[in-house]
Antibody, heavy 120, light 107 residues
Framework: QVQLVQSGAEVKKPGAAVKLYCKTSGYTFSGYYVHWVRQAPGQGLEWMGM????????DYAQKFQGRVTMARDTSTTTVYMELTSLKSEDTAVYYC?????????????WGQGTLVTVSS | DIRMTQSPSSLSASVGDRVTITCQASQDINNFLNWYQQKPGQAPKILIY???NLETGVPSRFSGSGSGTDFTFTITSLQPEDIANYYCQQYHRLPLTFGGGTKVEIK
């Protein structure tokens, strides 16, 4: 079955960077876009960007341009997301989510989420 | 960016009630509209894609309708396990955007 397993919780200081990973299994890795969506405490969902594992091209929300990088490792079927210059407002649960085939913007399968806490 | 305006932000209804949530897009999104359910402490789950298509395994009491810029999500008979936050989401254009969410509670 399709699984996305995310890395564990992180605590970072302002200005630092965090790199999260999303280990996928149960499907053809190169066939489905993977997105990152975050959720600040008590808030709604926010799309950060997506990566096409077939080739590795990525698109990012303007809000995160210059601070976010998404990459993939086809040998381990893992997707990574690095966010730099962290601020307290980046404290959130970060989800990776796999799209539904040709419906590249439908989030069909989700990881369990990773809590990132940014605090001095 | 396409703004998704969802209402109400919260509602309280009795078991068995019909519940309706609306979502308005700031421009025509060509029916690229999905609905998600998120229970406390869990990742979201897709319920409906492309306005009205039920995801596999989702109970038939959930439904969606609409077109253009105005969309509706309905639970025909609210059940205790439906207590959650619900979000609409468009994927017509990047950046992908969500509505602000609707918290559904039992009266």
């Amino acid at each position: 079955q399709v699984q996305l397993v995310q890395s564990g919780a992180e605590v970072k200081k302002p200005g630092a960077a965090v790199k999260l990973y999303c280990k996928t299994s149960g499907y053809t890795f190169s066939g489905y876009y993977v997105h990152w969506v975050r959720q600040a405490p008590g808030q709604g969902l926010e799309w950060m960007g997506m990566i096409n594992p077939n080739g590795g091209s990525a698109d990012y929300a303007q809000k995160f341009q210059g601070r976010v990088t998404m990459a993939r490792d086809t040998s381990t079927t893992t997707v990574y997301m690095e966010l730099t210059s962290l601020k307290s407002e980046d404290t959130a649960v970060y989800y990776c989510t796999r799209a539904a085939g040709t419906r590249t913007g439908c989030f069909q399968h989700w990881g369990q989420g990773t809590l990132v806490t940014v605090s001095s | 960016d396409i703004r998704m305006t969802q209402s109400p932000s919260s509602l309280s209804a009795s078991v068995g009630d019909r519940v309706t949530i609306t979502c308005q897009a700031s421009q025509d999104i060509n029916n690229f509209l999905n609905w998600y359910q998120q229970k406390p402490g869990q990742a979201p789950k897709i319920l409906i894609y492309d306005v009205s298509n039920l995801e596999t395994g989702v109970p038939s009491r959930f439904s969606g309708s609409g077109s253009g810029t105005d969309f509706t999500f309905t639970i025909t008979s609210l059940q205790p396990e439906d207590i959650a936050n619900y979000y609409c989401q468009q994927y017509h254009r990047l950046p992908l955007t969500f509505g602000g969410g609707t918290k559904v509670e039992i009266k």
